[in-house]
């Protein structure tokens, strides 16, 4: 069985919403999975996953939160992720999705393999939902 693990930050719930459908997606396709706040995760016990799924939303100017997600990114980046399959998800208002996209590269030029990513205007709706659930399910197929 693979095992999924989902990591977000979440303000106001927005991206917590997407995390945890993300997580029923991936869990009805038959994986393991565990849903952590990045709080309460370790880079070790993230990486140990099949498939990984990191959620934050737009924070700052078109940044990562800085007290929690981007250390942790950094943390994973510092142990290494060259090859390893990554979903990035996450909520966001006025912006145009830049965080999104610097973020992507970002994992990129350190050679995880990008499953997908998923932005989502503010709240989640079933239709946003049901794409939260899409990307669970192509990550418990890694
Ligand atoms: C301090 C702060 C900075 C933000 N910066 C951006 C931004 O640069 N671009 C953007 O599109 N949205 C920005 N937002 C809006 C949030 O991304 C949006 O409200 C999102 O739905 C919050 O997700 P959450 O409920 O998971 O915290 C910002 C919100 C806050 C509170």
């Not at 989902?6 to 303000?11: E, H, L, N, Q, R």
């Not at 994986?31 to 995760?41: G, H, I, N, Q, R």
């Not at 940044?63 to 290494?80: H, I, N």
Request: hydrophobic share 45%.
């Amino acid at each position: 069985m693979k095992q999924v693990t989902v990591v977000y930050w979440s303000g106001t719930g927005n991206t917590e919403l997407m995390a945890k459908a993300v997580a029923e997606g991936a869990k009805s396709a038959g994986a393991t999975v565990k849903l952590l706040s990045v709080e309460d995760a370790s880079p070790e016990e993230v990486l140990a996953a099949d498939a990984i799924a990191l959620g934050c939303p737009a924070m700052g100017d078109e940044v990562l939160e800085e007290s929690f997600m981007d250390p942790f990114v950094e943390a994973l980046e510092g142990q290494g992720i060259e090859g390893a399959a990554l979903a990035l998800f996450g909520s966001y208002d006025w912006g145009d999705g830049r965080w999104m996209r610097e973020w992507e590269e970002r994992i990129t030029e350190h050679k995880a393999k990008v499953v997908g990513t998923l932005i989502i205007h503010n709240t989640p709706d079933e239709e946003g939902l049901a794409e939260c659930r899409t990307l669970g399910e192509k990550l418990a197929a890694q």
